[in-house]
């Protein structure tokens, strides 16, 4: 049974930084590209990130980049989303996605292979 846990949600003033973290078990990570999407009261769920199953050539919603990196440690089956200079409009559920291919494709932020449950960044101002 796979299962993708993601952890590292808090309570943050504006300016501040976060690391999320995600971990997926019952399948061979790093078969699998890995994403990160969030989702904010009232609006619908987003692409912010993605990598591929090396960790290499990620991809950037605009309203992050440069703010945001995200990386994957194959060895500890965990994904990674460190979160600088954060704003109040990043205030949204955070979720961990596995993506269907090894590869980011262009469609990626429309189809996930498997979901996480979710964590809260909440950016004060």
């Known amino acids: 049974q796979v299962q993708v846990v993601e952890s590292g949600g808090d309570l943050v003033q504006a300016g501040g930084s976060l690391r999320l973290s995600c971990t997926a078990s019952?399948?061979?990570?790093?078969?699998?590209?890995m994403g990160w999407f969030r989702q904010a009261p009232g609006k619908k769920r987003g692409g912010v990130s993605c990598?591929?199953?090396?960790?290499?050539?990620?991809y950037y919603t605009d309203s992050v980049k440069g703010r945001f990196t995200i990386s994957r440690d194959n060895a500890k089956n965990t994904l990674y989303l460190h979160m600088n200079s954060l704003k109040p409009e990043d205030t949204a559920m955070y979720y961990c996605?596995?993506?269907?291919?090894?590869?980011?494709?262009?469609?990626?932020?429309?189809?996930?292979?498997?979901w996480g449950q979710g964590t809260l960044v909440t950016v004060s101002s």
């Open positions: 996605a596995v993506m269907p291919d090894l590869i980011c494709s262009d469609s990626w932020r429309s189809h996930v292979k498997y």
């Open positions: 990598i591929n199953y090396r960790g290499a050539f990620p």
């Open positions: 019952g399948l061979t990570f790093d078969d699998y590209a």
